[in-house]
């Protein structure tokens, strides 16, 4: 999933580079969007190790 946003955040820049506003403005956007599923999925899988973890 960070591939993914990383990949539109490098959309967004390049068509922010060519003047299309728009579509930079939707890349950055949905990039945004999935950095954050990436963070909380990755805080809800440490969590979940340390409590199984903790529990062997």
Do not use: D, E
């Not at 960070?2 to 950055?28: C, H, P, Q």
């Amino acid at each position: 999933m960070l591939y993914w946003a990383l990949t539109f955040l490098v959309v967004a820049i390049v068509a922010g580079i060519f003047g299309f506003g728009g579509i930079a403005s939707a890349s950055a956007g949905i990039a945004q969007i999935l950095f954050v599923i990436f963070l909380v999925l990755f805080a809800v899988a440490l969590i979940l190790r340390a409590v199984r973890g903790a529990s062997r």
